[in-house]
């Protein structure tokens, strides 16, 4: 048999390569930007005809190439953006393939213009097919306009496999987006069949995306901004109220890219847990600069994808980062972490291999008890060393490395002591109650002020809902089985919960037509409570929105821990302010109550030394 194997000829070869690269207008308008900025450009516009079926022209003000390096432009592998593949590990260039000019030219008309400063004369190419058809001297701008006629004119299977134009000019401004939000100091400019699409000034990250998403986007902005040894975080955070049904504004950039990263998506997400319902998704622009040498994004020719050397401690950092940055910005004014010593500490713990989550409920404190009869529970010693912000972090680190995991017990004496050695000093701060409403704490920066009813509130909503999730609660036994009356209606209502409540510690002994007997109740509850929280939990359920999103374990334990809560106007003797103070920190979300309301404010020194002006 004759030889049948064959090399490919050149243009053949850009088709398929053309596949890979090119997909649609979009792609085409990706490459180009990318292009231009990689050139260095401060000015770029973009022209677009019939959703770019017909054309796609970029034009910018970098560089430009040489006559030589025009005509090789359109070579495969022809690039100026690396030199061997150690290069790969270093990029900081959107570009390096070489691939896409080759891959446009054999599925296009493509007239390329091009001038570099320290020439008169500048260059003008067309090819068409992978086929110069002219190339001659031109007199033209110093810069770049690269022009994509007629795009897959030599594939119809593609051409008419095309989305009706509407579909591809979201695609278009999708990618526009990306690259212009990715580089907001390089002024963008688009315009579609004659008309102003976008106009973007060259300006700092908010107004870019207040330029491009509106006015109103401005104030739903909120702040994120950290860094660490291994990644330096940036960008805003769409506060919760904002958040949407459909996947609305979500961006991330590493290193100026645009990628797409369901785990770094997921962080985020988390990040937001309590704060948004079920079924929203939170919007963000969120820039990570990270060594390039620690991220492959060479795993997909459209180079969206990423690959991060140390993905969970980007994750740790990103959930923590955020969670601060909506603590502080927008759901409470809050905590004040000592960056030294409590915000970066956690990162590095999180390298090292961390124990299981901490979080305390103490079954035995009860405000309403009397004060002198209050037990001292039995870990309190140990976290009386950690002051309460760490245990926050702890938790919330710790939670990563094991999210399944749901035992729940006290953190090891020894890792503490050594993570947050400069913290150990501090010991419990003293607190005291302000018109039997809130718990002024002294902290750091100045004076926490903590509202007991909504702490109480977090608290209890935590423990219920961990015991209903566990079914693990216990009950109080009471002495004499309490006998209540309801409507019936209101008894049949109760009696398809039975099963929930019965997972919070109650213990029904008997369902009849208009009356129950209950014979245990939730250990945080009081006897004489019982009645009314049943009568709240009641009324809560019959006004339940249907369908709001939050599932029936949420609803009751917001209604439970509303009713059970101590109220405003309970004194609290120093001890049950502590306790109350030391639960409230080893809670998820301290600073929300389950109904959204702020929990604690802090007030700074710095505030006050004003006021003795
Ligand atoms: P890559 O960007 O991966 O290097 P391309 O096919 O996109 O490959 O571009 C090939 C080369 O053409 C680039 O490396 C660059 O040297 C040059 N080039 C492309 N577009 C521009 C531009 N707008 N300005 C200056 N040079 C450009
Ligand atoms: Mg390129």
Known sequence: MSDIIQLLPDHVANQIAAGEVVQRPASVVKELLENSIDAGAENIALIVKDAGKTLVQVTDDGLGMSTTDARLSFERHATSKIKSADDLFNLHTKGFRGEALASIAAIAHVTLKTRTENTEIGTEICIEGSTITSQEAAVVPKGTTISVKNLFYNIPARRNFLKSNPVETRHIIDEFHRVALAHPQVAFQMVHNGSDVFNLPSSNTRQRIVNIFGGKTNEKLVPVSEETEIVKVNGFVLKPEYARKSRGEQFFFVNHRFVKSS???????????????????????????????????????????????????????????????????????????????GFETPYEYSKKSPQAPTIEVDRDFNPFSAPSHSPVPSGFKKRQETTQWQSLYVGMVDELDSPASSSIELESDEVTGSLFHSERETKSHATFQLQNKYIISPIKSGLMVIHQHFAHQRVLYEELLKNMTLQEAVSQQLLFPLVLTFSAPEISLLEKIREQLEHTGFVFSQFREDTLQISGIPVSMIESQAEKVLEQLVDDLRNEVPDAGFSQNDLLAQSLAKSMAVKTGTPLNQQEQEHLVHQLFACKEPSVSPSNRPVLVTMNAADFDKKFM
Do not use: W
């Open 263 to 341: 785990y770094l998506h997921h962080a985020v997400h988390s990040a937001f847990e309590g704060l948004i319902r079920d079924g929203l998704h939170p919007g963000y622009f969120l820039y990570l600069e990270v060594n390039p040498q620690s991220i492959d994004i060479n795993i997909h020719p459209t180079k969206t994808e990423i690959k991060f050397d140390d993905e969970h401690a980007i994750y740790a950092m990103l959930r923590a980062t955020v969670k601060h940055s909506l603590g502080q910005f927008s759901i409470a004014p809050v905590l004040d972490f000592n960056k030294e010593s």
